[in-house]
């Protein structure tokens, strides 16, 4: 049905920049958003940043002014790019699609790509 295949994560010291992308295929609805939500060791999976086929975007608190989520329908990529990265932003990124269908939305997940930031 859907794919998303992440890239960009790596080791970097703070204070660096990081770009992720995403890539989905497979069956993409007309209204969808589309996401990055991140998971550290031992703490449960949390928002970072979405982005509606409308682009509406939406930022967790704690990245707002250094992550920028943007997306190129043509080719039905989302980006994150990271700034001013702090070892706190230290998780496994997973790229999230949300298709909107029939009063409901469908959740697909990417295979994760770690980000390391130093200190």
């Known amino acids: 049905q859907v794919q998303l295949v992440e890239s960009g994560g790596g080791l970097v010291q703070s204070g660096g920049s990081l770009r992720l992308s995403c890539a989905a295929s497979g069956t993409i609805v007309t209204i969808n958003s589309l996401g990055w939500y991140r998971q550290a060791p031992g703490k449960e999976r949390e928002l970072v940043a979405t982005i509606t086929s409308g682009s509406t975007r939406n930022y967790a608190d704690s990245v707002k002014g250094r992550f920028t989520i943007s997306r190129d329908n043509a080719k039905n990529t989302v980006f994150l790019q990271m700034n001013s990265l702090k070892p706190e932003d230290t998780a496994v990124y997973f790229c999230?699609?949300?298709?909107?269908?029939?009063?409901?939305?469908?959740?697909?997940w990417g295979q994760g790509t770690q980000v390391t930031v130093s200190s």
């Open positions: 999230n699609l949300k298709n909107w269908n029939r009063g409901s939305w469908s959740n697909y």
